[in-house]
């Protein structure tokens, strides 16, 4: 299994970077700790992170709507691939 290591604030130079981490960790989405990893790569921290915020803005699903088939999708990761125990 990789070891990836998690990036706190103050060891990411891209100051944008920085702010997303800390915006994660003030409101617990994205995760955190995915931030912490994607951070050591600003062009995919900053790409996920852009995604995301557009989705949130510009999406055509409502909220409620939206963490409703994100729990779906995670809850199908079992019986697609055979995991157990999901975290939804």
Known sequence: MANISYL??????????R???????ER???GAENQAIRAHNPAIMR???LFLKD???????EPELRELMRARIATSWEEMFGMEGCHY
């Open 19 to 25: 702010e997303w981490l800390l915006e994660s960790i």
């Open 28 to 30: 617990g989405r994205p």
């Open 55 to 61: 989705v949130a803005k510009n999406g055509v699903l």
């Open 8 to 17: 706190g604030p103050d060891e990411i130079s891209d100051p944008r970077c």
């Open 47 to 49: 790409s996920f992170t």
